[in-house]
């Protein structure tokens, strides 16, 4: 008869039931919102990063070039004046030996002792042709790094011997290379590409370089190739580094993921390197074994579908 009512319970319950659906409701906005605000952030981390990189490298190559310049082109005019020089001091020596007294002879004689004369002839140039290599060196390092960065060109979509591009990158982590790994080099032939090309050197710099850290004490290998595919063209980086475990393969595109110690990897390479082909409309896949080594595949439309090109290239500037 006097049964409890029953209504409030069950307010109860539909009240529990909307509570946490509002809660289960919230959590997704939050998680919804966090998800961007990662996005955001690696977006912010990837164009500064990408940004002070090409500034620096496109400021440093701009203000050696100048400098370049006249050292190489007033070498050229010492060589000459040089090689004037020692042809004059020949007709001296030639002529010294007819005009001169015996004491002027002797002097002469103790001063060529002195000087090392003969060695200085053989020496100088030695030291022209050994300085000479070195500038035209410092003039080619100049070049790749302004090249590498392109900020002194339009940092817009162009189109571009993607070759040329890793070349140049290449070029400028050789001394990260040099040590560790025999480069070797199988280009295809491509057509001029559509893209971002310092930011797709940006992409092939971090997996020349991943591809380098893999490898152990060992010397290894590391192949970069390159070719077409219909309408798409791609470039391979491989190495006879350490491999990736099956478990890891999932996460190496997350942001700040890394298997390296701390100050040495940042985990942030390939996840900007799948932004900017992302934004290429393009691909990068993976292809490991471990112990045997790693091959990531770049795949990059050779032109850009109409409209996508639109979309941020203003990332460098
Ligand atoms: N070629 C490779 N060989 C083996 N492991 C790799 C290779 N490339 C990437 N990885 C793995 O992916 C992780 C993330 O790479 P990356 O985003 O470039 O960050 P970082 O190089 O700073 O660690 C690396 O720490 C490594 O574990
Ligand atoms: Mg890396």
Not at 35 to 54: M, P, R, T, Y
Not at 111 to 135: N, Q, Y
Not at 156 to 173: A, E, K, P, R
Not at 292 to 297: A, D, E, N, V
């Given at each position: 008869?006097?049964?409890?009512?029953?209504?409030?319970?069950?307010?109860?319950?539909?009240?529990?039931?909307?509570?946490?659906?509002?809660?289960?409701?919230?959590?997704?906005?939050?998680?919804?919102?966090?998800?961007?605000?990662?996005?955001?952030?690696?977006h912010l981390i990837q164009s500064e990063k990408l940004a002070s990189i090409g500034q620096l490298a496109a400021g440093v190559a701009h203000?050696?070039n100048?400098?370049?310049?006249?050292?190489?082109?007033?070498?050229?005019?010492?060589?000459?004046?040089?090689?004037?020089?020692?042809?004059?001091?020949?007709?001296?020596?030639?002529?010294?030996?007819?005009?001169?007294?015996?004491?002027?002879?002797?002097?002469?004689?103790?001063?060529?002792?002195?000087?090392?004369?003969?060695?200085?002839?053989?020496?100088?140039?030695?030291?022209?042709?050994?300085?000479?290599?070195?500038?035209?060196?410092?003039?080619?390092?100049?070049q790749d790094l302004k090249d590498f960065s392109r900020v002194d060109l339009n940092p817009d979509w162009q189109f571009v011997d993607l070759?040329q591009g890793i070349?140049s990158t290449?070029?400028v982590?050789?001394?990260?290379?040099?040590?560790?790994?025999?480069?070797?080099?199988?280009?295809?032939?491509?057509?001029a590409v559509q893209c971002l090309p310092s930011q797709i050197n940006q992409v092939v710099m971090n997996?020349?370089?991943?591809?380098?850290?893999?490898?152990?004490?060992?010397?290894?290998?590391?192949?970069?190739?390159?070719?077409?595919?219909?309408?798409?063209?791609?470039?391979?980086?491989?190495?006879?580094?350490?491999?990736?475990?099956?478990?890891?393969?999932?996460?190496?595109?997350?942001?700040?993921?890394?298997?390296?110690?701390?100050?040495?990897?940042?985990?942030?390479?390939?996840?900007l390197s799948?932004g900017i082909i992302q934004k290429h409309q393009g691909?990068?896949?993976?292809?490991?074994?471990?112990?045997?080594?790693?091959?990531?595949?770049?795949?990059l439309?050779?032109t850009q579908?109409?409209?996508a090109q639109a979309s941020d290239g203003t990332m460098t500037q």
């Amino acid at each position: 008869m006097n049964q409890p009512p029953r209504r409030p319970q069950t307010d109860l319950r539909n009240d529990q039931g909307t509570l946490e659906e509002l809660i289960a409701q919230r959590t997704a906005e939050l998680n919804l919102l966090n998800a961007k605000l990662s996005k955001a952030q690696e977006h912010l981390i990837q164009s500064e990063k990408l940004a002070s990189i090409g500034q620096l490298a496109a400021g440093v190559a701009h203000e050696i070039n100048n400098p370049i310049g006249y050292i190489f082109s007033n070498f050229g005019t010492l060589e000459n004046y040089l090689t004037d020089l020692f042809r004059m001091l020949d007709a001296y020596e030639a002529a010294e030996s007819a005009h001169c007294n015996a004491q002027t002879l002797a002097e002469l004689q103790a001063l060529r002792a002195e000087v090392e004369l003969d060695f200085l002839k053989e020496d100088i140039p030695t030291l022209m042709r050994e300085s000479k290599e070195g500038i035209v060196r410092v003039r080619k390092i100049v070049q790749d790094l302004k090249d590498f960065s392109r900020v002194d060109l339009n940092p817009d979509w162009q189109f571009v011997d993607l070759n040329q591009g890793i070349d140049s990158t290449l070029n400028v982590v050789n001394n990260e290379l040099k040590y560790k790994a025999d480069v070797v080099k199988a280009y295809g032939d491509l057509p001029a590409v559509q893209c971002l090309p310092s930011q797709i050197n940006q992409v092939v710099m971090n997996l020349v370089l991943n591809a380098a850290h893999a490898i152990g004490p060992e010397r290894g290998k590391i192949t970069v190739s390159s070719g077409q595919a219909g309408d798409t063209v791609w470039i391979d980086v491989s190495d006879t580094g350490s491999g990736i475990p099956p478990d890891v393969v999932p996460r190496i595109f997350d942001p700040f993921f890394t298997t390296k110690p701390i100050g040495k990897g940042t985990g942030l390479g390939l996840s900007l390197s799948y932004g900017i082909i992302q934004k290429h409309q393009g691909s990068i896949t993976v292809q490991t074994e471990v112990g045997k080594g790693t091959t990531m595949r770049v795949t990059l439309p050779i032109t850009q579908p109409a409209g996508a090109q639109a979309s941020d290239g203003t990332m460098t500037q």
